[in-house]
């Protein structure tokens, strides 16, 4: 028990402990050397169990002029105008910050309310970015928690953190620092949330080392210099591969928005992101930099998908050893999907302005998949082998100018407080990966993900397709003519009557002159997996319906020769598009139930889709392209569009019997033993499916001449 503590402290209950200037607290501060009026609070919290929490009152300004020391279970505390800061000319070492742990192992430790002013401006005899103090700097704890608090004006790290675990970093803001915001070496279980960063010198948050992490929520930006936006470092052999990034806006950064690399003795130790859903404009502003763009990624496999990157300078996410030399080994894959890449520009050291890049093609490779590029200076693939699934046009922004990114649509975009129509609708909208989830996006949502940053999020713009379009029901399939599956679907646009219409799915795709468009049917609600042409013209969103029917179609006046195994139709687009005017090599893929396949006795390679066209079924070039536990799959070149029927043809079994031979005395003396042969008899029309047998039939008498020849031979043989 502190000797020395004033006489009010025993009329404040637990388990707070005021600090204050104007003689009102606990421990009462001059403005001069509080840091002992400070200290002494913090240790006796430390050594009271029943007092948890030091509070400093404000409005004052508590000057220090030596470390504030907080020990295990305890809370420093202040009012939003009480600021703890730096004596000027303070002289300390390299290595020491303005607030530190009271021992190594030390748990459970906030801080949180108030402002800590490094004073940079009183001193300006050191070099910022040198480790000269930090504001927190806490090594060897669990369980910290920073919150609330204004950090400001120094030539270090806002929250430094070495060998610590369960840190959180949350609702702070920091500005003009002289290094990093939060700087987690070597940690694990690290949360930094809805900050408000503007760098100087280097970055908003920078992970070195250090596994399990989420960053969400903050927004990032620099003053005319400082470093990257998210900076997220591998040296040697940690495994970092739980590590994610996402709905963080960050703008204007020196250098990019989120910079991820490896360095140093490298092991090919895992190393995986996620980084999705950000909004990352106008970064990589130091011309005179590499470390530029708006993802740059080196050493590390990433998913980068439904970010919006717009206006980078150099690439719009760009795999490249921009700082250190590329680690050993190979197979780096960044999949990138889902994403919107526009406006990049160039830098004189930086790049072209392309929209992806990858200046490591020896070792480093991407995967494409749904993303929107336009008006990239440099064009939108520099040694990058381009996806058919991407799109080129403009995204329809909102309003570019204001950043608001939302995407416009006949059906209503988000403006922050309530929904607006367009007169326009996004190529963006229901134009995603087709087995990317949708669910939080809201109805009607096209069933299908957006691309960009609001993609399946309950802020992601309305899709123009009606409910009634999309997919109703499931489908497992059972004897033909069975009721059993789903409900029905409405018939749309299709001239099939919605009586024939037992489920229905709806896909959407953006069509491009000279690029792949293919239409996939993620739901399975019917037999169709996919169908693909190559575009002749464009005429942007286009949508597909597949229909699978109860019955052969109302459009179609017979049935095929060879038994059904399902009745479908396909409408692609408006009438008349789905011709050879406008597509070229149309394929379909297509799955039949292998338990069909077995109860019917179906002869596998039979198997075929039929197309009915000018009043006749005419069988499609189809070939088997792989199977599962459950299904085979097909796929059909097709000239058009119209009812289809996949139909296949009954295995002929084939019956075995023995008839007997033409009579020949010789060859029955040669063999002394009966002769037969088989014949094979196939089943009848009816379909007769009988198991083939073997039936012995021989010549009446046959056994008695046989036993007359026998013994003649034997009379013989004696009389000689």
Same mark, same amino acid.
């Given at each position: 028990m502190l000797t020395h503590i004033p006489v009010v402290l025993c009329m404040t209950p637990p388990p707070v402990v005021y600090v204050a200037g104007d003689g009102s607290g606990d421990f009462n501060c001059s403005g001069t050397n509080d840091h002992i009026q400070i200290n002494q609070a913090l240790e006796f919290v430390t050594e009271n169990q029943n007092y948890t929490t030091v509070y400093l009152k404000g409005p004052f300004t508590y000057v220090i002029d030596d470390t504030l020391l907080i020990g295990s279970n305890?809370?420093?505390?202040?009012?939003?105008?009480?600021?703890?800061?730096?004596?000027?000319?303070?002289?300390?070492?390299?290595?020491? %910050?303005l607030i530190k742990e009271r021992s190594s192992n030390s748990?459970?430790?906030?801080?949180?309310?108030?402002?800590?002013?490094?004073?940079?401006?009183?001193?300006?005899?050191?070099?910022s970015g040198s480790g000269y103090y930090n504001l927190i700097h806490l090594s060897d704890c669990q369980n910290i928690s920073v919150y609330n608090m204004y950090l400001t004006n120094n030539h270090g790290d806002g929250l430094k953190t070495d060998n610590c675990s369960k840190v959180e970093f949350y609702n702070n803001e920091a500005y003009s620092l002289g290094h990093d915001a939060l700087y987690a070496s070597i940690c694990s279980n690290v949360e930094a949330y809805n900050n408000k960063i503007s760098c100087r010198t280097n970055s908003g948050l920078r992970i070195y080392n250090t596994n399990h992490v989420n960053a969400f929520g903050n927004v990032i930006t620099s003053e005319g210099s400082g470093g990257a936006g998210i900076e997220i470092q591998k040296d040697g052999t940690p495994i970092m591969d739980d590590i994610e990034v996402y709905n963080n806006t960050i703008y204007e950064t020196a250098l990019a928005g989120i910079w991820i690399f490896s360095q140093g003795s490298y092991s090919e130790s895992p190393s995986n992101i996620h980084i999705h859903h950000n909004q990352i404009y106008n970064t990589g502003t130091d011309s005179s930099s590499e470390v530029i763009g708006g993802i740059l990624s080196d050493g590390f496999n990433a998913?980068?998908?439904?970010?919006?990157?717009?206006?980078?300078?150099?690439?719009?996410?760009?795999?490249?050893?921009?700082?250190?030399?590329?680690?050993?080994?190979?197979?780096? +894959?960044?999949?990138?999907?889902?994403?919107?890449?526009?406006n990049t520009r160039t830098s004189e050291a930086g790049g072209n302005g392309s929209g992806i890049c990858n200046l490591l093609t020896d070792t480093h490779?991407?995967?494409?998949?749904?993303?929107?590029?336009?008006?990239?200076?440099?064009?939108?693939?520099?040694?990058?082998?381009?996806? %058919? /699934?991407?799109?080129?046009?403009?995204?329809?922004?909102?309003?570019?100018?204001?950043?608001?990114?939302?995407?416009?649509?006949?059906?209503?975009?988000?403006?922050?407080?309530s929904w607006v129509n367009d007169n326009i609708s996004s190529p963006c909208i229901d134009a995603g990966y087709s087995l990317s989830d949708y669910s939080k996006e809201p109805h009607p949502n096209g069933n299908r993900i957006n691309i960009g940053p609001y993609g399946n999020t309950e802020r992601a713009s309305k899709s123009e397709l009606d409910e009634s379009n999309s997919s109703s029901g499931s489908s497992s399939h059972?004897?033909?003519?069975?009721?059993?599956?789903?409900?029905?679907?409405?018939?749309?646009?299709?001239?099939?009557?919605?009586?024939?219409?037992?489920?229905?799915?709806?896909?959407?795709?953006?069509?491009?002159?000279?690029?792949?468009?293919?239409?996939?049917?993620?739901?399975?609600?019917?037999?169709?997996?996919?169908?693909?042409?190559?575009?002749?013209?464009?005429?942007?969103?286009?949508?597909?319906?597949?229909?699978?029917?109860?019955?052969?179609?109302? +459009?179609?006046?017979d049935?095929?020769?060879?038994?059904?195994?399902?009745?479908?139709? +396909?409408?692609?687009?408006?009438?008349?598009?789905?011709? /050879?005017?406008?597509?070229?090599?149309?394929v379909v893929c297509f799955r039949v139930e292998k338990s069909w396949i077995q109860d019917r006795k179906i002869n596998q390679s039979s198997i075929t889709l039929n197309r009915y066209n000018d009043t006749t079924w005419n069988p499609l070039s189809t070939s088997l392209s792989g199977e599962d536990d459950t299904?085979?799959?097909?796929?059909?070149?097709?000239?058009?569009? /119209?009812?289809?029927?996949?139909?296949?043809t009954a295995t002929e079994i084939e019956i075995l019997t023995e008839v007997p031979p033409k009579s020949d005395t010789q060859g029955a003396e040669q063999n002394n033993e009966s002769i037969g042969y088989e014949v094979e008899k196939k089943p009848e029309q009816t379909g007769n499916t009988g198991i083939p047998r073997k039936e012995s039939v021989s010549v009446p008498g046959f056994e008695?001449?046989?036993?007359?020849?026998?013994?003649?031979?034997?009379?013989?043989?004696?009389v000689r």
């Open positions: 305890t809370t420093l505390e202040g009012d939003s105008n009480a600021t703890v800061k730096l004596v000027r000319n303070a002289g300390w070492s390299s290595t020491k %910050p748990m459970d430790i906030t801080i949180c309310g108030f402002t800590i002013d490094g004073n940079r401006e009183g001193n300006t005899n050191v070099r998913t980068i998908e439904n970010n919006m990157i717009d206006g980078a300078y150099g690439a719009g996410i760009v795999q490249n050893d921009a700082y250190f030399s590329d680690p050993p080994g190979s197979g780096y +894959l960044v999949t990138v999907r889902n994403n919107i890449i526009t490779a991407f995967a494409l998949q749904n993303n929107l590029f336009y008006n990239n200076a440099g064009g939108d693939y520099t040694d990058v082998q381009a996806s %058919p /699934s991407d799109i080129v046009a403009d995204p329809q922004y909102a309003d570019r100018n204001k950043h608001d990114y939302h995407l416009k649509s006949k059906a209503g975009h988000w403006d922050g407080s059972d004897s033909r003519g069975s009721s059993s599956r789903g409900s029905s679907g409405g018939s749309g646009s299709s001239p099939e009557p919605a009586s024939n219409v037992e489920v229905k799915e709806v896909s959407q795709v953006f069509i491009t002159n000279d690029k792949n468009a293919k239409f996939d049917f993620p739901k399975n609600a019917t037999c169709v997996v996919y169908l693909g042409f190559e575009a002749k013209k464009t005429v942007g969103k286009t949508t597909t319906i597949v229909e699978m029917l109860k019955n052969k179609s109302t +459009l179609v006046s049935l095929p020769p060879e038994e059904v195994y399902e009745f479908f139709n +396909l409408w692609v687009g408006k009438g008349g598009y789905g011709t /050879s005017n406008n597509i070229e090599n149309p299904y085979l799959y097909f796929v059909a070149r097709t000239p058009g569009f /119209s009812p289809f029927a996949i139909t296949g008695i001449i046989s036993c007359i020849v026998g013994l003649l031979g034997i009379f013989l043989y004696k």
